[in-house]
């Protein structure tokens, strides 16, 4: 059973930064690609980032490439998204996931474990 805990979020001014961690329990974390999903309030949950296995490969959405960025450590079982240059429109409820195949994806169903999520709030 893999078990994924979310933290890191918070209230943050515009323009400001974040770094969110989702720390997973469970055999075989390194082999499998990690994403990164956000849902508003009132909208569905939406892809954000998702990287490889190795770390080797990234995927982001088009709204948050250039401002937040995606990493892994396999030591730690942990995955990373680290948000720059916040805007009001990112604020959601940030959920990581594991997808069991070594490959990244956009596609939420392909994820088949899921955190609780944490709160971003950025004020304008």
């Known amino acids: 059973q893999v078990q994924l805990v979310e933290s890191g979020g918070g209230l943050v001014q515009a323009g400001g930064s974040l770094r969110l961690s989702c720390a997973t329990s469970?055999?075989?974390?390194?082999?499998?690609?990690r994403g990164w999903f956000r849902q508003a309030p009132g909208k569905e949950r939406e892809f954000v980032a998702a990287?490889?296995?190795?770390?080797?490969?990234?995927l982001y959405a088009t709204s948050v490439k250039g401002r937040f960025t995606i990493s892994r450590d396999n030591a730690k079982n942990t995955v990373y998204l680290q948000m720059n240059n916040l805007k009001y429109e990112d604020t959601a409820v940030y959920y990581c996931?594991?997808?069991?195949?070594?490959?990244?994806?956009?596609?939420?169903?392909?994820?088949?474990?899921w955190g609780q999520g944490t709160q971003v709030t950025v004020s304008s």
């Open positions: 996931a594991v997808r069991r195949s070594w490959g990244p994806s956009e596609g939420l169903a392909e994820y088949a474990y």
């Open positions: 469970g055999r075989a974390f390194s082999s499998y690609a």
């Open positions: 990287i490889g296995s190795s770390g080797g490969t990234t």
